[in-house]
């Protein structure tokens, strides 16, 4: 999955959340690290940050309908 795909996915509405995206990232970003491109490994924390803000707020829209706070 490439960067572009991750975006996009990203900016989807969804109710569920894929958990292979962090694995996904994590690859893209230790390549950028090995060939010394720091713009696109920041550009990836940053994707990884906007990965775990959504699926934290996927997670606590869950719980609270359950009413398992």
């Known amino acids: 999955m490439s960067i572009e795909n991750i975006k996009k996915y990203l900016a989807i509405k969804k109710i569920a ?3 292979n995206i962090f ?4 690859k893209l970003k230790k390549q950028a690290i ?3 491109n720091e713009e ?3 550009e990836i ?10 699926k934290m707020y996927i997670d ?8 398992k706070y």
Do not use: G, V
């Not at 694995?23 to 994590?26: G, I, P, Q």
């Not at 924390?45 to 959504?54: G, P, S």
């Open 60 to 67: 606590m829209f869950y719980l609270l309908k359950e009413n």
């Open 23 to 26: 694995d996904k990232l994590e």
């Open 34 to 36: 090995n060939t010394f």
């Open 40 to 42: 696109l490994a920041n």
């Open 45 to 54: 924390w940053c994707l990884e940050t906007i990965c775990n803000i959504q």
């Open 17 to 19: 959340f894929d958990d």
